[in-house]
């Protein structure tokens, strides 16, 4: 296949390139229709994106001139089985609820079709899932008649009304005696050619549209396998089969909860412990008590409920992550202290409780502590 380059100009970290064919199918632009468009290569560039007109963005920049090219027929196969999954998708809501279908994107990893009903469940979702899949394995065929808009239009019972937009001659897809649909994306030949269908998750989007995202054909073979992977791992982690994991995973939940609750009552108790000891070796400025704790551990929550502020100035904390608690100074003036010698402060609280989140140590906070008394 070959084709003219006839400008290439740099854009960000690629460049936009224009193309005349002269022999060979033409790249399909991202997007048209939903779809993912071509990849593949012009002499020694990569096509990394062909936009909407048609032109190229390649990974280097390229002469004018005249290149071979390729398109990756594989991608477009995996496209082909992916857009005729949406086919089969939407025609099956239409048929059995008269649900239109209002969006459609390819994505790399998976589509989405989105439907204006809030009605789709897990029911549903699971009927539509065997659904796909059996007309799979119906292996129906899958032909492309091209008409002229004159014909098209006197078709009957075509899903959707065929757009304006549509130049020349329509192109109509016949998916068994199923479903009958103007589109000029990829299909496969046969509904076996797809292999396999999966629904990967929905939603709810905009208040009224349920979004269903869906894996086919190659993207479910690889989905299958990494799922597969990361609940082996799971199972030994667990030790467990995996009809057990479910029963595994919640068992350690209430584990974990039981433990913390264990652990915080641990750390109440060991803090009343320490605020004793803490208390007998406050310093002592004037008639000022101040009890400087030099951690941020998961204790000195418990520190207020042990050491009266009345009687006791608090100042704890580490790694740039403080917090002071006093009634002897006004702790919002400590703050705009600090901001006045020039550090960058974050952090808030009230007159008598501050956090500062800032990057010095705490005898510097002390200090400042010291002069505000
Ligand atoms: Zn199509």
Same mark, same amino acid.
């Given at each position: 296949m070959k084709l003219k380059i006839t400008g290439c100009i740099k854009q960000k970290n690629r460049f936009l390139t224009?193309?005349?064919?002269?022999?060979?199918?033409?790249?399909?632009?991202?997007?048209?229709?939903?779809?993912?468009?071509?990849?593949?290569?012009?002499?020694?560039?990569?096509?990394?994106?062909?936009?909407?007109?048609?032109?190229?963005?390649?990974?280097?920049e390229m002469k004018v001139g005249e290149y071979s090219y390729k398109i990756s027929l594989d991608r477009r196969d995996e496209i082909g089985k992916n857009h005729t999954a949406q086919h089969l998708v939407s025609t099956y809501l239409k048929g059995k609820y008269d649900f239109?279908?209002?969006?459609?994107?390819?994505?790399?990893?998976?589509?989405?079709?989105d439907f204006p009903s809030l009605e789709i469940d897990e029911v549903k979702i699971r009927d539509l899932e065997v659904a796909i899949n059996k007309m799979i394995m119906e292996n129906l065929d899958v032909e492309v008649l091209s008409y002229t808009r004159e014909k098209a239009s006197q078709i009957e019972c075509l899903r959707k009304t065929i757009s304006d937009k549509i130049i020349g001659d329509i192109k109509v897809v016949k998916i068994g005696d199923f479903d009958l649909n103007a589109c000029g994306g990829f299909h496969v030949k046969q509904t076996k050619d797809i292999g396999l269908f999966k629904i990967i998750n929905y939603e709810k989007v905009k208040k009224t549209i349920t979004r269903i995202y869906y894996k086919a054909g190659n993207r479910c073979y690889e989905d299958y396998y990494e799922k597969h992977e990361i609940i082996k791992k799971a199972t030994t982690q667990l030790s467990s089969t995996v009809e057990e994991i479910n029963g595994k995973i919640d068992q350690l939940f209430e584990e974990n909860k039981s433990k913390t609750k264990e652990l915080s009552s641990l750390y109440h108790n060991y803090s009343e412990l320490l605020c004793e000891k803490l *208390? &007998? =070796?406050? +310093?002592?400025? %004037?008639?000022?008590?101040?009890?400087?704790?030099?951690?941020?551990?998961?204790?000195?929550?418990?520190?207020?409920?042990?050491?009266?502020?009345?009687?006791?100035?608090?100042?704890?904390?580490?790694?740039?992550?403080?917090?002071?608690?006093?009634?002897?100074?006004?702790?919002?003036?400590? *703050? &705009? =202290?600090? +901001?006045?010698? %020039?550090y960058i402060v974050k952090g808030g609280g009230n007159s008598t409780r501050i956090n500062l989140k800032i990057d010095i140590n705490i005898e510097k906070i002390v200090d400042i502590f010291l002069k505000l008394l």
């Open positions: 224009n193309i005349e064919y002269i022999k060979g199918m033409e790249f399909y632009p991202e997007g048209k229709g939903g779809q993912l468009g071509d990849l593949g290569s012009v002499g020694e560039a990569q096509v990394l994106e062909v936009d909407r007109d048609g032109n190229l963005f390649l990974d280097r239109d279908t209002v969006g459609f994107r390819m994505g790399e990893e998976y589509s989405t079709v *208390k &007998e =070796n406050a +310093e002592i400025v %004037g008639e000022n008590k101040i009890i400087i704790y030099k951690e941020n551990d998961a204790i000195t929550k418990f520190f207020p409920r042990f050491i009266e502020g009345e009687k006791y100035s608090l100042i704890y904390g580490e790694n740039g992550s403080f917090t002071v608690i006093s009634k002897a100074i006004n702790c919002g003036e400590l *703050k &705009e =202290n600090l +901001e006045k010698l %020039g």
